[in-house]
């Protein structure tokens, strides 16, 4: 829809609206074949690891609340508040939090070591969740 929106036919207009037009068709292309769109999330990763936290963490150092049908990981900030994220939030992201009988772990699409930012909820501090997928904790350490 949005190439459709913006195609320089459609709206007789200047320079810019033919710009967006090819920026909008670009990212049709990338987005729609799965090799370039593979390429195209690996570097907005990279790119989202270059980010200032205040500290790197793992799954082993978060806390876990299962509910049966989510599972929250929580980490806790110097201001007394959390940096939190759940498995619904991460499989959004391509990272799938999973429980094998006694252990919990993160899978990543590609079996390679990820990363994400959370941010705590109430002040501006930043951590790094590393993902490995080697590292597993046990299931008895969730809430």
């Not at 999973?98 to 772990?105: M, N, V």
Request: aromatic content about 6%; some cysteine.
């Amino acid at each position: 829809m949005a190439i459709l929106n913006s195609h320089p036919d459609k709206l007789h207009s200047d320079h810019e609206s033919g710009d967006r037009f090819l920026r909008v068709q670009k990212a049709w292309e990338i987005l729609s074949d799965p090799k370039s769109r593979m390429v195209y999330d690996s570097e907005l990763r990279d790119s989202r690891q270059n980010v200032v936290a205040s500290e790197d963490i793992g799954l082993d150092d978060m806390m876990i609340e299962d509910t049966g049908e989510v599972m929250e990981l929580f980490y806790q900030c110097r201001c007394g508040d959390h940096f939190s994220v759940d498995s619904l939030e991460l499989g959004k992201m391509g990272y799938n939090l999973l429980r094998d009988g006694t252990e919990i772990f993160l899978r990543t699409p590609d079996a390679l070591p990820a990363s994400v930012v959370l941010p705590c909820g109430s002040c501006s501090l930043l951590v790094r969740l590393i993902i490995n997928p080697d590292i597993k904790v046990p299931s008895d350490d969730c809430l």
